[in-house]
């Protein structure tokens, strides 16, 4: 190349730069000198803006040039300047309350306001307006800020003032807890497509971690029926220009005004009962097209959202070629919890939007792109690229934990950490288990808690059942891991002495898990029933639910992901089984002269052997395909995200004679559909699982062969959406066919929360049925209602069959 061109190049290139370092800045005020905290500043007839700070401050890079610039805040008056901007320049702009004018209003015969004209229009072009961008791509910037402002000196034992001074708080055990900016290209293709690309990232306190904002959680568009916030709230949220708002709000006219030529109508919508999933707070519809020109509403506890006490969400749009497109949005919210309070927001602000891009074949298979060194750009980039200037609150929260990071990244500190992790306390030792941690070797150890690994049955007496687990990250930059285990079990009445190990190791795309030993084990392989609370019923009730048999055993299972939804998995298996007879006679108390049963399920009455010692080699294949390839890409690997289809499955298992000896001779081919929260908008969501099977061959098998089924007989049941209220433990598992079905809906407070003092509590309502038949047990069913406080349930089921398979009982639960 000619040193001349060159030259010419590379100064182009570094005047180019320079150009784009003109800034237009100031500070946004109302007309008494206060800050109007995140107005919009945006460049007239484009989408390149930027938004002002909490404190009103605003920073605009641009190129050198005139400009006409719009500032605009929801409840203020629009204010416009024409601008040559040939360096950086300082604008103060101060905006006006806007007056908003009650013109020529009438009230119609019913006495009804002028808002529900307004209204029924914006609701009759809802879903036009809901499909008129058939595709977009978009530049977002989004931070997102959050406050501890009070904390309890110390919870559940620990020190909160220790964790305080690490993570950077003040004395008091106040300050951020988490400051991120991240900036993304976001593409969305009609009908709820969406692809978004992390382009940069910023944590404060950490050079490693990435962001957690992200543009797809920003995406709410009051065009759909209802806004669906898992966790936020139990029930949807209406909009107030759903189908059916009139139901659920009341509107009144504050006036109209015209901003930036077209007329735009305040409007104050205020649920019509104070307990509905509601908002509150006034929207913007703009005249004859009754587009939402903005919004600004919130939600209180009242409306019996989770974990905070308010959430208020601003949003403003802009027109862009004859459709209005999001500008920017904005959630706050403030709560508390167990002497915990906090505040936060995330602001989003979008810019250069294109409206006929063009989409490479299946992009919108990968919803999120995160880049390996998206969190590599250096101050003086993001100085540069914000268009929200940091308060001076926020500068220093990083400036502080800058330092902090160097430092927790260290050796020492991580030493430092795993020092005062690694304690060993009674508590640990009894209640949780012992968490060894190695951070800088990004190691894990697990040694369990004595009270699930002291245990009391039947069969083996008092019994020692203790293991350990290891953990070990494969590398920085997977999700990879490596895995080993260990457990003995002694029985001190039968003297059986047994030990296990496994280890799990990456293998290319897949998991190879090898194991072997011996072991006391459940004769249901869906172990219905704790071990420990099988401990308790036998020690204080006498009932000894829970039956065991020795198995001997090698197995090596290679699982994965194929491709997109479907995933396999293959097992090969020798086991020598041995029946177990009960050795201990022992209880606390013998209520309503209860007596135990046999170690045999089917023949309680006698200890006779329920199978011959045996001994089995078998392969089984398990596939399932949920027919989604919709995936999030991380600097660690891929997570591959829920299906809105249900999960289909197949299993195959064969087993196989004369192979290491093995008695065995059968084929069982099962399916299964399920799906698992299929939202039925206000009136809850439901959940199924149906499954079939049959046995193609049976001729040598054994009991732990059977098909078995989750069942339940005492007050505390496993759950889990394929598992029965009151079928016995072992008696209807089946060597021929069967099929099973499972339907539950939660309500989600469809019907409590229009019942005082009770809505308070927050309960969802639960309708369970069940379904199985057997050639051995014929159309049996189970009706089942309950109600669940976050996870905990209680349930009342009831059966109908015949004879003593007609049982009614309450059942407490955890719902994962």
């Known amino acids: 190349m000619k040193p001349a061109l060159l030259f010419v190049l590379v100064f182009g290139v570094y005047f180019s730069a320079f150009a784009q370092q003109v800034s237009l800045s100031g500070k946004v005020t109302d007309d008494k000198g206060n800050p109007v905290p995140f107005a919009s500043i945006y460049i007239k007839n484009t989408t390149k803006g930027a938004s002002a700070n909490s404190e009103g401050d605003y920073l605009l890079k641009l190129q050198p040039g005139q400009y006409e610039v719009q500032y605009k805040a929801l409840g203020y008056r629009p204010e416009s300047r024409k601008i040559d901007l040939k360096t950086s320049l300082v604008v103060n702009v101060t905006l006006s309350t806007e007056v908003y004018e009650l013109k020529d209003v009438s009230i119609n015969a019913k006495g009804e306001d002028p808002a529900y004209v307004i209204i029924r229009k914006a609701i009759k072009k809802r879903k036009a307006h809901l499909s008129e961008v058939k595709a977009y791509t978009a530049y977002v910037y989004i931070k997102g800020l959050q406050k501890l402002l009070a904390a309890p000196k110390k919870f559940m034992g620990a020190d909160i003032n220790q964790l305080g001074r690490e993570i950077g708080l003040d004395s008091n055990r106040r300050g951020i807890i988490y400051l991120s900016e991240s900036e993304s290209k976001v593409s969305y293709q009609y009908p709820g497509q969406l692809h978004e690309e992390m382009l940069s990232s910023k944590f404060s306190g950490s ?62 919508v205020t649920p019509r009962r104070d307990h509905d999933p509601c908002f509150d707070g006034y929207i913007y519809i703009v005249d004859e097209s009754w587009h939402i020109y903005a919004l600004d509403l919130y939600i209180t506890s009242r409306a019996n959202i989770n974990f905070v006490d308010t959430v208020r969400i601003n949003q403003q749009f802009m027109p862009v070629d004859k459709v209005w497109v999001q500008a920017s949005n904005k959630f706050e919210f403030i709560g508390g919890l167990l002497g915990f309070k906090l505040k936060g927001y995330f602001i989003s602000v979008y810019k250069d939007y294109d409206l006929n891009p063009v989409f490479k074949k299946r992009e919108f298979n990968e919803v999120l792109h995160i880049p390996q060194k998206v969190n590599k750009n250096d101050t003086a980039f993001w100085n540069k690229e914000r268009p929200i200037p940091l308060t001076n609150e926020e500068t220093n929260d990083y400036q502080k934990k800058e330092k902090l990071a160097i430092k927790r990244e260290s050796k020492p500190y991580l030493d430092s950490l795993d020092k005062a992790t690694n304690t060993i306390k009674p508590s640990n030792l009894l209640l949780t288990g012992v968490n060894i ?127 997109g939804g479907w995933q396999a998995s293959a097992t090969l298996e020798w086991a020598d089984r041995r029946w177990l007879p009960n050795t201990n006679n022992f209880s606390f108390f013998s209520p309503n002269n209860h007596q135990f049963t046999s170690n045999n399920p089917l023949i309680p009455g006698q200890d006779i052997p ?10 089984i294949f398990r596939t399932t395909y949920d027919f989604s390839n919709k995936y999030e890409t991380y600097p660690f690997g891929k997570r591959y995200l829920p299906s809105a289809y249900p999960t289909i499955g197949l299993t195959y298992t064969k087993g196989i004679k004369n192979i290491f000896g093995s008695d065995v001779n059968y084929d069982l081919l099962t399916a299964d559909i399920t799906k698992t929260d299929i939202s039925m908008g206000v009136y809850g969501r439901s959940s199924f699982y149906i499954g079939a099977g049959k046995f193609l061959n049976s001729n040598s098998l054994y009991y732990p062969d059977y098909k078995q089924f989750t069942g339940s007989e005492i007050l505390f049941s496993n759950g889990g959406i394929n598992s029965f209220l009151l079928l016995d433990y072992y008696r209807f598992s089946t060597y021929t066919e069967y099929i099973e079905a499972h339907l539950e809906h939660n309500f989600s407070g469809f019907i409590t929360n229009k019942i005082p003092l009770i809505r308070k509590l927050k309960l969802q309502e639960i309708v369970d049925f069940n379904y199985l038949s057997t050639p051995q047990l014929k159309n049996y069913y189970e009706l089942g209602f309950g109600l669940q406080y976050l996870n905990f349930r209680i349930m009342y089921g009831t059966s109908f069959n015949s004879g003593s398979n007609i049982k009614n009982g309450v059942r407490l639960g955890i719902n994962f």
């Open 610 to 619: 329920l199978f011959p010692e045996n001994q089995s080699f078998k392969f």
């Open 437 to 563: 941690i190695n951070r800088y070797k990004r190691e894990y150890y697990h040694f369990d808690p004595l009270i699930t690994s002291v245990l009391f049955n039947t069969v083996e007496g008092p019994t020692l059942n203790y293991g350990f687990t290891y953990r070990k990250r494969a590398d920085t930059t997977s999700g990879k891991f490596v895995g080993f285990g260990a457990k003995v079990r002694y029985g001190f009445s039968d003297h059986l002495f047994d030990a296990n190990a496994n280890a799990t190791l990456p293998v290319g795309d897949f998991y190879l898990n090898l194991a072997g030993g011996s072991d006391v084990i459940d004769l249901n392989n869906h172990n219905p029933i704790s071990p420990l609370i099988n401990s308790i019923y036998t020690l204080f009730e006498r009932e000894n639910y829970e039956k065991l048999y020795q198995k001997k055993f090698a197995a090596a299972t290679l699982s994965g992901r194929i491709t």
């Open 207 to 268: 050079n490693k971690m990435f962001s957690f904002n992200r543009a797809s959680d920003a995406q709410v568009n009051f065009y759909d029926n209802y806004q669906s916030w898992q966790g936020l709230s139990n029930r949807p949220l209406m909009s107030p220009v759903c189908d059916n708002a009139l139901f659920y709000y009341k509107y009144k006219l504050m006036g109209t005004s015209t901003e930036n030529g077209v007329v735009v109508n305040k409007i104050r």
